[in-house]
Each structure stands twice: as structure tokens, then as C-alpha cells.
């Protein structure tokens, strides 16, 4: 049964991405695409790669017809999101991309991202979008708040480890590698390729990046207790993709045994046979997310080193997989496209 | 209905593209994938990206049971692929992915590849897989050799017009840049990271290029007379693409006037409004291609500019869209899925 | 004996160019450096590669002392340069790397750049900078006029062709292929990474691009009659280097005969042996250009191929060699750096 | 006074980067290049980017008259390194470029490089080559082993910080991003353009990098005890380069105060302000090397990240900066050019 898709803020990259991911979608139809500034134009105008398709030209949010939609897709700008939310019926399923229903703790939202919230109900009645893990709850929720693409990298290598009590809590450190295309369409000096081209950054070092904000909330609750990691993360001369590089302390075999098991039956997640290490190219363009497990020659020591594309299981394909549960589909749909390699 | 599927030669580059695009073809069911120095190995120890998949093993050609495969795709090399087909079954549909049926005539063959042809009563069998030229004789055809990614490019640029009689055939200048994967998965210096980032180097120029056998063939057929184009190929420091910036020599309106035309009922051929110019971009791990016409402040002169992905529309999503046609499924099957971008 | 030199507009690619070339220099001296939306600030906080350095501070023009300097570098955008030289001391001897004295002719300066030129005077003092054409006037000259990074290296490759009438005036072509850096650290959404990685597209294309105009001037007057040439640039996946690709009429032999002539006691044009084709990384960094002719499987036809730093030779490197020259010195002083490969 | 170099093995990517160095070294002549399989060809035709200069021909060692040399830089793989200097003069200055002579322990030699020694005795001669920490040893020496790249690097980051023991010895954590040049220009599926391009994976992961042999050697020689640490290096996307992020178990502002107390004179390693965090591209092609101190919201961790071009100060710069050393010529000689940015 054909459902009828919009899509807010269809003119940075994870609208493209939806789109993207919407064309082979067998029952998902694109209805309305929105995009404020660029109101009036072809899609075409926005994303040439997008013209052999048939779409609706960009609108304005306040020009669309929401009884005709079944689901909206929200990938606005934080902030922007939570007021453009709380306009829309509340009967509408929504899932929105962006940053501002992650936290359920107001004050946890206050202190990362430097404003109190202004959708508080919304907020509260909003579901953790990480898939793998809010299977039932996302299935009969109306809005799922996609979670941060580095978060999800994290907690895909994290998650099981911390559940099953198999590491020690208090030496997790999580070095991420993340291209650029996660910090948007935006027109920042350090994503110029002049500057980007054969070069590395560190960023937000030093337990600053708002992503921590979700591994406190998601590990602290998993763990029974407060919990913090730390993250430093680096930006890369590349378009797509993330590698989290996690040092742990714990039994290697262990760890290895408690991710296979975890993810034994996960069409998404891939755990490499034992000492085999992810490549980020290997999951491009792609929903997958690739795990790898080595010990180290002091004892005692394991790295876990994860690897998804940030701008597809990090965010677009993450939220049609949580589509596909609210609208009753098989979480597949869609989705299964090998990734593009070389 | 579902058909069973070889594809002999799967460890390269044209190969894992094939089983990247059948992985989503909704009806083409891989049976078997061969790889000589990587017989008896997962598929994904040679390729991790397709880990996900429920892949046959790589097993040696002698060891396939052709009488269950209804199409076999050769992405063999040159000169190998023309002894390994004329050892399968006569009755067997082959698309090959190799340069030794795009030639027919034999002596072209011997001068632009340096050895006589070794199966020449199949060279006069084989169908010239340009699908958007050569639909009917594809459709009864049961071998197609694929083309030249470059000599595609060039040719979705020029044969309408040439066709059409609306350029002057003595000024015909093609200016290739090509991406990396073109040249395959070959350990070469000068395809090494290293040498090939912030670089960019012409190759067989002043005619010297193995495509150039293909324009010369199809572009003369066309003419009615002998045409010798003049093309210079570049290596550019990317993977997947090829831009051809062709200079010649007519009406600008004339030229757009006619490529639209041509074009206007195929699903796969873009013709931009006029002036505006593709970017490679665009196209990338998708069967499209997009075309864009310009004048020029000189009278009478036109630019033209074409731009594919090598890897699918230049070769494998080619590939699968004869292998549609020859085995009675639509054209577009299995590969509609939308350019990657970023 | 040393210089006291000062740059003007400090804060772009081309300003870091010079501070780059002068780093190593035996007698320049850098006594002021300007930068006025960043004054006040270190250079070390605009470009942290020049952290080492012992530089003044950022300052504004109008605080800069010029009674000590003996040559300033003018590395201010188009327009502002023009009102800024206007105002300096009329002894104060300058090289301008805008593009705003390029064209001697104030018509073609209004058709090309939009608007009336506002220093028309200085516009006829000015020498055309292209060192190794303009060696006398520029040894006497006040103020130089830096070229165009692509108008040189397509000079290069035709000056001596054009001037001993062997090639054919009316079919030249030129692809032009160049790295982003040419476009500045300029905030546009095509000049990102995640836009420009993976990606080749023509602009400008028809006849539009401004460097035509010197183009036009320089080689009409060579010619000794209007001459328009036909120019197609593509924006390519890198951060430095120009390639120009030139279809021309003319015999092979004769065309290399004549560049390796022309250049065989230039320090910094290295015209290579017949049939070789030079590539864009061997000149990345330094003041070399790099020359190739081929012939072609047609009669008659010749391409010939440069490659140069549009940062170094054709910009910065080339506006020192110019300083050096009006100061009496050496005119390779300070830039005999290899090329920096891979 | 000029003193007569040789280079022994001229043809790698290291070999190149001392020739581009010495082009503009103002007292060091090269009076030899070997490369045995390129023996009889001239430098330009391996590395066209240096063909403006006027070099020997590549030769063979055994053709080179060792009497001319005062000192000979032997840029060979390893082992071949070893057997190669056993035969040159014992009163000849050699910088070894290889991992031959790092070691000052056979049996770790043994360990980290698979076989025994085969010239132990000048094993034992050698002298460690890093610089700012063995500068009266290096001056005084007749043989000195260049060090590792990540290794320079890494050691650069930590060694005053485990001197002065202010971090906790048993939790040091070393993720390592390096350019692919640091393989060398070694024909290699990983290190193809097309396989390298947008991708990021870790190597040698779990403590079997070879230069763990350098940091266990040098960092348990400071601390007067076997020290280990944990080291995960990625191949990144990039020609030139290395980022090493280091975790420690420390107080921020002592861990700051201690290490720009320790380079406070040095003229190649510059510490940042407390907090900001240095970029790989501000060293590239440049004998410098950038430390940044972050502290982090966990109290008592606090990250380092140090980064250095490893072809330049982890490689040939640092080679050239030993050399200074040994012939008596101040150690910057040479080496001042400013990085290459952007």
C-alpha cells in the first residue's frame, strides 16, 4: 500500500538523501518537498542529480496539504524543527533528523545546545530513534527524533558491551573520524576542499561535542548510572562516512562474543569475523554498519572500531528504516542497495 | 520470472558492480561468480562491501554448471575474454564487459589491440552494446559486447548529430577526463593515491587511445564515409566518472535542438536546458547521463558536453540494461536508483 | 641588500603565497602586512602555517607607513585594488595581482569586468606582468599588472607559436582544467568538499570567462589583427595547478621546434621532449611550468599541453620574479624550490 | 663550504624528498643517486618534477666513488639498507633512512622486523635520530638511523611529558592517522587512488605496528622501566601527513607547562596556545611540527595531538637536519621554507 511522504527541508543533504532513498522505495510516495529560501523552484534547480525524477517542486511548509501525507520526514535545522513540529496536526507521524528531540531531559538540552526547549511536550512524547534498540517503541510511535549519525556509530559498537557489563565503564574513549558531509551544505571556511584536501582536524576536543550529549543520556541509563566517555572527533578529507575507533578495557573474546551474538540477526549490522578491521569505504552510500574486534598486546585490552555513512545508517536510512516500523512495512524496505564501492 | 545469473570474472571492479546493481534487480537471481587467482574465496574477502549478501563463492569458470545460467556477464580482460567465450555452450546469452567483440572488423581489431583476433566467427556474431542504438539487434542477440566507457560518452554526445548531418565532421574534438576506475583494480604507479591526488595527466594523446576504434567504426557507419575524430583523454584524480567536452563545429540552437529530441523519450539520457552545464557529480553509481549544449562567443561554434559514471552507465549498468532487453525484461530494471550525491 | 616589502590584503591564498616564497628570500623583508576585516589580528590566527614566522600583525592600509617600504604586493580583490593603488605614494613601486591592469584597453576592461575602470591612468602606466615577455618594461616599470593564473599558462603555451605563424589563427582551442585555489577562500557552495570531491564541471564555458580578455589583447596583438580564441574551463577535484589542453593546426615537429627555442633559456618554462605529456603534480608548489606537444593521427594537427601552480608561477611566484626584476635583483631569487611530489 | 652528497636509493618517495630539499640547501651538492633496477636513467625520467635540475644520472652503488662523498643519506628499503651500508667505506657519514638501525637491541630487532640483524656491530653504532632529543650524539656520530615517522611523531607529543612524569604511564593510548605516502611508492591494492579515495581503515591494529619497537625502546629508556603503550594507526585519504592523537591520564595546564617548557628553543616544534588544536595541513611540506593540549571534561585526562609531514620532519627533513648536525652546518640549514597551505 502506497503512502504518501513529505519531506521538510528537502534542499540540504539529508533531503537528498531521502529522496535518494525514496526513488527504489516500492511503497513510499514523494508528495510535498519544502525548502523555505528556495520556495518555487524545481528540485532539479537544488540537486541536478535529481532531474530524471518525477517530484513536486519545493514549497513552502505553510503551502502543504497535510491530510493528504502520512508520514513527514523533518530535516530542518535544529531549532527551526521543533517550531515547524509543533505547527504540524498532531495526528501526522513525523520523523524528524534533526537534533532537537534527541534529549528527553530538558536541562540536558539546555546545556548542549545553548537554549531551553520550546517544544517540551513534543519532546517528552518523542521516541529515541536508533533503531536496532527502540524497535517497539518507535513502531507505535507518531514522532521519532533520528539520532546524532557519530552518536549512532558509537552506540552500535557501545551498546551491547556496556548492557552485558563486559567493559569497564570508566576507560572508554572514543577517537571518531567523520567527513564532512555531516556538517551539512553549509558554507564554513574549514569545509572548503582548498582547506579540507590533505588535511586532518581535531574538533571539539576535550568532551564539547553536543553527540556526547546522547551517549550520557543512552549509556548512562543502559549502565544504571551516570556515565561518561570521552570523544574526540576529527574532521576528514572525505565526503561520507564515519569510523569510531573505541579503546576499551576488557576481554577481546568477550567483547567479540557479546557483539555476534547482539547482532546475529540485525539485516543492518555486520560483525567482522575477529580481527578483521571495517573500512569506511566499505559501507558508502549504503544503511550498513560494519563492527570490528581486536585485542591488543597488553592485556586486558580491546579495540572496537565501527563504521557507518553518516548521511545514510547515520541519518536519511536510519530515519526510513523508523519509517517503515510506523507505517507498518517490513524495516527493510527500501534500504537494502549493496554499497557503491570504489 | 527470475533469472539465473553468472558473472565470470567478478573480482574486478566492472564485476563487483554488476552484483552491486543485481543485488537490487528484482527479478536477476547471481548463481554463480568466477575469479581464477581467487577461486574458492568469499566474495567478501575480495570485496567486504558486499559482506551483507548471500553470495556464491568464487569459483573457476571450468567448474560452472552452465546449463542452470540463463545469462552469463564476462567481466574477464581483454584478449582472455574471447577464449573463454568461445568455450561456452553456443546457446548461452553473454553481455561481455571486455574490448574483444566491440571491433567488427578483424583487421581494425588487430591494429588497435596488436593481435589478431582469436574468435573471429563470434566478433561477426556480437551485437554492439550501445542499448540506446542498438535496442532490436540487443534484443535478439544472444552475445553483446558491451562498449567503451569513453567511446559511450562520446558517442550519447555526437551520434545525433552527426545523424543528423548539423556538424562539420573535419572538427570534431573531443577532450576526455576520466576517472580512476576506468583503468580497473591494476597496480600501476601512477593509479596510486599518492601520484594521482592533486594531479592530472593526458594519456594516449594524438590518437593513440583503443576507443578511438570505436568511434571510428560506429561515427563512420554513421557518416556513410571514413571520420576520424580527434580525442585526447585525461586522468583525473577522482574514481568513478567521465567528463567529454566535445568542440564543434555548428548551430548551437541546431545541436540542442536535435540531441533533446533524440533523447526525449529515453529513460537513462538527460539533455539539460540549454546552456546549462553537467557536472560529473551528478550521474555518480548511476545509469544516467546527462548532456548540456553551449554556444560560443565564435560564430558557429558549439560545445557539447556528456558525463557518465564509468563503472555503471559506461560498463555495467550498460551491461545489465542489454541483459534486460535479451532476456525479455524491461530496459530500466533494476537500475533507477538515484545518483549519489555528495 | 634588503627590501622592505609590504603585502597588501595579507589574509587570502595568494597573500599566504607570497609570505610562503618570501619565507625563504634573501633580501626581501615583509615590514607590513594588511588585512582589513582582520586587522589587528596575528597572521598566525588567519593562517597557522606561518606560526613560526616572525611577522607583523594584521594591520589596515591606512595604518601602514609606506615612506619604509620599497615594494608593495597588491593582493586585494578586483575593484578594490584599483581604488587602493590610486591612493598610495606615486613613488611607491607595486606589483598588483588583481586583475584590474591586466587590460590596457579601458572599453574591454568595462565589457569584462562590469563597470567602468575608476584609475584609468594608472591602468596605461601599467606593465602587462608576464616576466618572460615583459623583462624590459618590467625592470622599469612602477606598477606590474600580475596575469591571470589560466591567461599565463595559455600564453606560455602560445606566445611562440602565435608570434612565428605557425599555427592556424582561427582554430584554437583551449581546455582548461584548475584547481579550486584559483577561485580564493571564497564562501561558495561549489567550492566545498563535499560538492567538489568526486566532481568535474565545465563553467564559464562559451566564451564568457574574463581571462579571455587578456587573452584577446595579448594575442590580437601578437597576431597583429583581432584574434578570438576558444576557451573551455572545467573546475577539477584539486587544490593547485592548471593544465591546459590546446588543439591546434600546425605540424608537429615545427610547433616543438619553436617552444624549445623560444624557451630554452627561461629558468622556469621546461618544454619537454616531443611526445611527452606533462602532468599537473610536478609543478605543484613552485615556479615551473611545464610544456608537452604531441602530434596526431590526423595531419596536421599538434596539441600541446602546460601545467602550472596557479598560486605559484601563476600568481605569487610570478609577482616576486616580477619584484625581483624592479629591484634589481636576480629574477629567480628566492624561487628555485623544487616542485613538493607526491 | 660545499659538502658532497650521495643519495642511495633515490628513486622512492624519500629519495625525491631529499633531492627537493637539497635543491635549495645552500651548501650540500649532490654528487650521486643510486636506484639499482633504474641504474642508467636520469633522475627526470623517475621523477619528472625535478627536471629543471642538474643531477646525476641514476647509477649503481657499486659505480659510485665513495672517496668524493662526505656523507651519503641511504634512503633503501629495509634490510637491504643494512647490507648496503656494511659495504660502504667505515669512515664515510651515513643518515639511514631505513628501520635498520633504529633498534639498539637485536633481539627487538629480531621481534618487530622477522629476522636476525645482519650487521650488529654497527647496530650498536648507530645513534638514534631524533634530533632534538640526541643532538650531541648525532653531532659526534658516523652513522644515524632516521627514525620512524609516526614514531618521530608520537615521541615528539610524549617524551617530556613522560620525563617529567607528569601522566600516567600505564594508560597512554595512541590513535594515529597517516598519508599513504608513508608507504612509500609501493605497488599495493590499498593504496590505489580508487580504493584509498573516501575511505579510512585502521592497520596493524592491536600492537603490532613495527614502530612500537621505536616507543618501547625510547619511552622505557626515559622512564627507566618497561613502559608499553596502546597505538591503533588508520590509512587516510591523503599524500602527506600524520595526526596522532594521544590519551593521557594527566592534568591539562602541568601537562601544557611542560611541554612548551620543552620546545621553547626548538625551532621546529611549535606548541600551540593551551586549547587549540593544530591541523595536518599546516605542516605539510615543511620541516615542522605542531602540538596542541586540550584538556577534557573527565578531571584528569587530557589530550595531546601532535602532527608532522611524514615525508619531511618524519623522514628527509629530519634526515637533512641530522646532517647539518654531523657536518658541522647549523641544524636549520636548509629547512626554514614555510609549509605548503592550502
New interface residues.
Partial sequence: MPHNIAILGASG?TG?EL??LI??HPTFRIKALTGDRKAGQPMSSV???????DLPDLARIEDIDFSQIDLAFCALPHATSQAVIAELPDTLKVVDLSADFRLRDAEAYAKWYGKAHAALELQREAVYGLTEFYRDEIRAARLVAGTGCNAATGQFALRPLISAGVIDLD?I?M?L?A???GAG?S???H?????????????S????HRH?GEFDQEFSAIAGRDL?V?L?P?L??????I?M?C?LHGDAGTVFGVLSRAYADE??I?V?PM????????????N?C?I?V?????PG?V?V?A?LDNLTKGSSGQAIQNANLMLGEDETLGL???????
Fill in positions: 543533504y537528498a529522496v535518494r526513488a527504489t540537486f541536478p542529480h535529481l532531474r530524471h525524477m576507560h574513549i577517537d573520524k567527513a564532512s558531509s551544505r558554507l564554513k571556511e569545509l572548503l576542499s582548498a582547506e579540507l584536501s590533505e588535511n586532518i582536524k581535531g574538533y576536543v576535550g568532551g564539547t556526547l561518561r570521552q574526540t576529527h576528514i578529507p572525505a565526503t561520507r562516512g569510523v575507533t579503546y539485516p543492518f555486520e567482522l580481527g578483521e578491521i571495517p573500512q569506511m569505504k566499505d559501507v558508502r552510500a549504503s550498513f560494519h570490528g581486536a585485542g591488543d598486546r597488553i585490552r579495540t572500531i563504521t537494502m542497495a549493496a554499497p557503491v564501492y570504489p
